[in-house]
């Protein structure tokens, strides 16, 4: 069964990167058959999807996110990772790691991550 | 983008009561292209429904989904008390994928 776990700094500056790494255990992130997804959820503002990354490299990213956010995969590791710029205190939030099925019309997320709270503050 | 309305904003219900989450779009959702999750605090969101209509594995069958178009529904035929959580759902028919902003489910 497939577990991924968030990890990283749970305090970030203001005008710094955010930088977090999913560990996946239970299968590998070579897998041709998923997508590797970023999602935070903002206090007040909800679910937010940040973007995706298959085992391929390739990459997909939410537009209002897109100039600031790089995912990138560390397959030795069976780990993916997030880094944000330029943060701001909006960037506040429950970060989700999770893993979505390659393909159109099979994008729904299982498993996701417990979650990880990054507050930006200066 | 979709943007996704979910009500009500919370549910109250007896244990062993039904009751219908619904999820509504801005804009029609290409096939049934749609989630539902359910989510406690401090675990992971759990994957319910997908497809609309389909239960994911080891779903009880308590939990059943429909719709299509704009208008969704999540029904629970018998409210369990493990069955409090916040519901949303999410849609992958389009680019950016989307979410609810969620329902609560509580004991009455």
């Known amino acids: 069964q497939v577990q991924l776990q968030e990890s990283g700094p749970g305090l970030v500056k203001t005008s710094e990167t955010l930088s977090l790494t999913c560990t996946v255990s239970g299968g590998s992130i070579s897998s041709n058959d998923f997508y590797w997804s970023w999602i935070r959820e903002v206090p007040g503002k909800g679910l937010e999807w940040i973007g995706n990354?298959?085992?391929?490299?390739?990459?997909y990213y939410n537009p209002p996110l897109k100039s600031r956010a790089t995912l990138s995969l560390d397959r030795s590791g069976d780990q993916f990772s997030l880094s944000l710029s330029s943060v701001s205190v909006a960037d506040t939030a429950v970060y989700y790691c999770?893993?979505?099925?390659?393909?159109?019309?099979?994008?729904?997320?299982?498993?996701w991550g417990q979650g990880t709270l990054v507050t930006v503050s200066s | 983008e979709i943007v996704l309305t979910q009500s009500p904003g919370t549910l109250s219900l007896s244990p062993g009561e039904g009751g219908t989450l619904s999820c509504r779009a801005s804009?029609?959702?290409?096939?049934?292209?749609l989630a539902w999750y359910q989510h406690k605090p401090g675990q992971a969101p759990r994957l319910l429904i997908y497809s609309a209509s389909s239960r994911a594995t080891g779903i009880p069958d308590r939990f059943s989904g429909s719709g299509s178009g704009t208008d969704f529904t999540l029904t629970i035929s018998r409210l369990e008390p493990e069955d409090v959580a916040v519901y949303f759902c999410q849609q992958y028919g389009s680019s950016p994928l989307t979410f609810g902003g969620g329902t609560k489910v509580e004991i009455k």
């Open positions: 804009q029609r959702i290409t096939s049934t292209y």
């Open positions: 990354i298959h085992s391929a490299g390739t990459t």
């Open positions: 999770a893993r979505v099925q390659y393909g159109y019309g099979n994008n729904w997320i299982d498993p």
